[in-house]
């Protein structure tokens, strides 16, 4: 596990966007795991920056996204789909049609698990994976429970998550209850995985995660098992690390 330290937002993105930048020169064709939320939008401004001058193509690279909500089309502004759109796709060369999402239109869960898990085999599994983690240590929504589950799978979102993701939605009634996500198995089976946090508030969780009990009650401490694994956070975010494992070194 490899630890890259920020000094701020903006370093800590620039050092996740190196790690990708990186696979995808290295391999053009790579299959890139993408994330939503908040921590990866500076990480995505880094790479279309490099685009524009002309550092990097994503001509060939295929891309799956960890997750989706159920019932929102890929129209609607909430959905990640549009998501990825708005802040990633539309800005550099990447093909449309090699952009993956689950389909949250698709309201037969076990066929859409199913379609997913195949698709992300046919295109040879996922060499870099990029994560956030959620306040109560969801990666995609695999969120708290009593059990990793390997494969895609429809989740029932918990009340902080949804409480969380209220900030882009105009009421917490809008939110949607249930989203598709990657599992477990197939996010740690990615050769490569990046972790970005940032922020005080994802200190103590992040902690628990990489140093804590494995369990399916923190979904992130999966990652311990992970080899290839580079965490990236800022100051704030590895505070607690910082504090509780003085041997810990940051790159
Ligand atoms: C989004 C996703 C989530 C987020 C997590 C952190 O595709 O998979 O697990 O990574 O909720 O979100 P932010 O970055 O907004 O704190």
Redesign the pocket.
């Known amino acids: 596990m490899r630890f890259l330290l920020g000094k701020n937002y903006e370093q800590m993105s620039r050092k996740a966007a190196n790690l990708i930048s990186a696979q995808v020169i290295l391999k053009p064709d790579s299959v890139i795991g993408l994330?939503?939320?908040?921590?990866?939008l500076g990480l995505y401004e880094t790479l279309i920056s490099w685009y524009m001058k002309g550092d990097i193509s994503f001509s060939k690279c295929r891309t799956v996204?960890?997750?989706e909500y159920v019932g929102l089309d890929p129209k609607n502004e909430q959905s990640?789909a549009y998501f990825m759109n708005k802040n990633l796709f539309k800005f550099i060369d990447i093909k449309p049609e090699n952009t993956h999402l689950p389909n949250g239109l698709n309201l037969d869960n076990d066929a859409e698990c199913k379609r997913y898990d195949e698709l992300i085999k046919s295109l040879g599994g996922v060499d870099i994976q990029l994560?956030?983690?959620?306040n109560n240590g969801?990666?995609?929504?695999n969120e708290p429970s009593d059990e990793f589950k390997a494969g895609t799978n429809c989740v029932k979102l918990t009340e902080s998550t949804i409480k969380a993701n209220s900030r882009f939605f105009e009421s917490i009634d809008d939110v949607p209850k249930f989203a598709y996500t990657m599992g477990i198995r197939s996010i740690i089976q990615a050769k490569y995985i990046v972790l970005v946090a940032s922020g005080k508030n994802k200190a103590k969780i992040l902690e628990e995660a990489l140093f804590g009990p494995v369990t399916p009650q923190n979904p992130a401490s999966i990652l311990q098992m992970v080899e290839n694994l580079a965490v990236c956070g800022d100051e704030e975010a590895f505070s607690v690390i910082k504090e509780k494992h003085k041997d810990i070194i940051f790159e």
């Open positions: 994330a939503t939320g908040s921590t990866p996204n960890l997750d990640y994560l956030g983690i959620g969801h990666i995609g929504f």
